[in-house]
């Protein structure tokens, strides 16, 4: 028997139907989304699987990770699901020409600032005027309480690395505005996360 190398990641089973319902209301009806960052796959392949109409495109630079979520593809056989892309958000340049939505969930707080940078420069090359950019994951608010469970992941995280962290909104907005894009929604999620979605002016 071959080796089974599909990742599971328990938060993807928790989060995937919370954050499926914001898609369908941000995502385009047709036209391709490329996931930045997409992990073990299992969100890819929920997403595709609920959003026929959709091409979804999967990328990460971790070879394990699209290890990962070509072997989920191959179990699932979805016809919109593409084969996963060796992508770095902080590269200057992105093996893909266009698309017509970016989704990027828990990418955020687990990279150095330059892939936030990146991820909104790549954005602004491969998007049209007024396509999304969704991101989900766990910030930090002005004037918005932090929960304690939040507080105690940003210090473990920084403790691992000092790149690392949980990012402020604010600076979210900021880095967005550098390169184009304006918050439109800011969705409050299960386990004090958020999802966030920017769109190309």
């Known amino acids: 028997m071959t080796e089974d190398v599909r990742r ?9 139907d919370p954050i499926l319902t914001v898609l369908r209301e941000a995502l385009p009806p047709t036209g391709l989304v490329l996931e930045l960052a997409s992990g073990t796959g299992e969100h890819a392949v929920h997403f595709a699987r609920a959003l026929p109409d ?4 999967p990328s990460d630079p971790d070879a394990g990770a699209r290890q990962s979520i070509a072997a989920w ?21 992105w093996p893909v020409e266009a698309a017509d939505a970016i989704v990027c969930i828990n990418m955020v707080h687990i990279s150095a600032w330059a892939s936030t940078v990146g991820l909104f ?7 049209p005027v007024g396509a999304p ?3 989900y994951g766990p910030y930090l ?6 929960a ?10 920084q403790g691992r690395n000092p790149d690392w962290g949980l990012r402020n909104v604010a600076e979210m907005d900021q ?8 918050r439109t929604q800011r969705v409050g999620m299960p386990a004090n996360n958020l999802m966030l979605t920017y769109r190309k002016g």
Do not use: M, Y
């Open 54 to 57: 959709l091409l979804w495109q």
């Open 121 to 127: 420069r790549g954005c602004a090359k491969l998007l």
């Open 73 to 93: 593809r191959e179990t699932e056989v979805l016809p919109n699901l593409l084969p996963p892309l060796a992508l770095d958000a902080a590269a200057p340049q």
């Open 133 to 135: 950019v969704i991101l």
């Open 175 to 182: 880095v967005a505005a550098d390169f184009g894009f304006d």
């Open 8 to 16: 599971q990641a328990p938060a993807a089973a928790r989060n995937r």
């Open 148 to 157: 304690s469970s939040n507080l105690e992941f940003d210090q473990w995280l």
């Open 141 to 146: 608010e002005g004037g918005v309480e932090t």
